[in-house]
């Protein structure tokens, strides 16, 4: 018998052991099937729903992840993974997954119940875990949340207010609100606030990759195109491979190109 032919039989068996509520014999034959065919996704998430019924989670969340890691469109995988989460008080990952599955899977009415049920569980994680945090950082959390919302303006008061108590200006957390800022004024096209933002960040860190990238760009929007220049190429000297920063430097290189042809 045919290796593929000799799993899909012990699926078989998994299943009817499945229909008869046997979810150890199920997880059994499942992983017959898993061993003989290791890289067919099915028998991963059908062993996750019977370890899930077993009460078995982090096994059924190790399931789930192998399933999705296998055929990253399979639907079910995420539902498997998202439940063993939920059960796990796991929230935040359970949204995370789910959300990962909708965006495969738009029209699938599932994912926005799902979602919905386990959104203010998320949420209630969310505010338990941040009790007892420094207020800086529970600032810089809220700025991250309004970012995400695409609040820009709520953000840059939150992440300003973080600021305001930070003493170390260096230090990495300063470093994380200077540069989340910017990425709200990039936003917002205040191409001056990210330079102001983004130097702060570069004389503490001189190689960091997001705000060199920034103000380079910032620096095209305020046509000072040399400047902008000497950052983009400083991105690309630590890393060749930033796409964003490869196609600025062709469309900023032309500009200066076009001012020197100008006499400028």
């Known amino acids: 018998m045919p290796k593929n032919a000799e799993a899909e039989a012990k699926k078989g068996l998994g299943n009817d052991a499945f229909k008869k509520q046997d979810y150890a014999a199920a997880v059994a034959f499942y992983s017959e099937a898993a061993d003989i065919d290791p890289s067919n996704h099915v028998y991963y998430s059908n062993r996750s729903m019977c370890l899930e019924k077993q009460g078995n989670n982090e096994e059924a969340l190790a399931d789930g992840a192998k399933c999705i890691s296998l055929d990253p469109k399979f ?30 899977a738009w029209d699938n009415a599932d994912f926005r119940k799902k979602i919905i049920a386990v959104e203010p569980k998320a949420e209630q994680e969310k505010q338990d875990a941040r009790r007892g945090l420094p207020r800086e950082v529970l600032e810089k959390e809220k700025g991250n949340d309004a970012f995400k919302n695409a609040q820009y303006d709520v953000a840059i008061d939150h992440y300003t207010k ?32 990210v330079i102001e933002d983004t130097s702060e960040v570069i004389e503490a860190d001189p190689k960091n990759l997001k705000a060199l990238l920034r103000r380079g760009l910032a620096f095209e929007g305020l046509e000072r195109y ?15 491979k930033v796409d964003v920063a490869n196609k600025a430097q062709h469309r900023i290189g032309s500009a200066v190109r076009q001012l020197k042809q100008a006499g400028f």
Not at 162 to 190: G, P, V, W
């Open 162 to 193: 973080a600021l305001n108590i930070i003493k170390d200006k260096a230090s990495d957390l300063a470093i994380s609100c200077y540069n989340n800022r910017a990425a709200c004024n990039q936003q917002m096209s205040n191409f001056q606030s």
């Open 226 to 240: 040399k400047s902008a220049l000497q950052d983009i190429r400083a991105v690309l000297a630590i890393d060749p």
């Open 75 to 104: 639907v079910k995988g995420y539902f498997r993974k998202a439940a063993a989460e939920e059960n796990l008080g796991k929230y935040i990952d359970a949204m995370k997954t789910l959300q990962a599955g909708q965006k495969i």
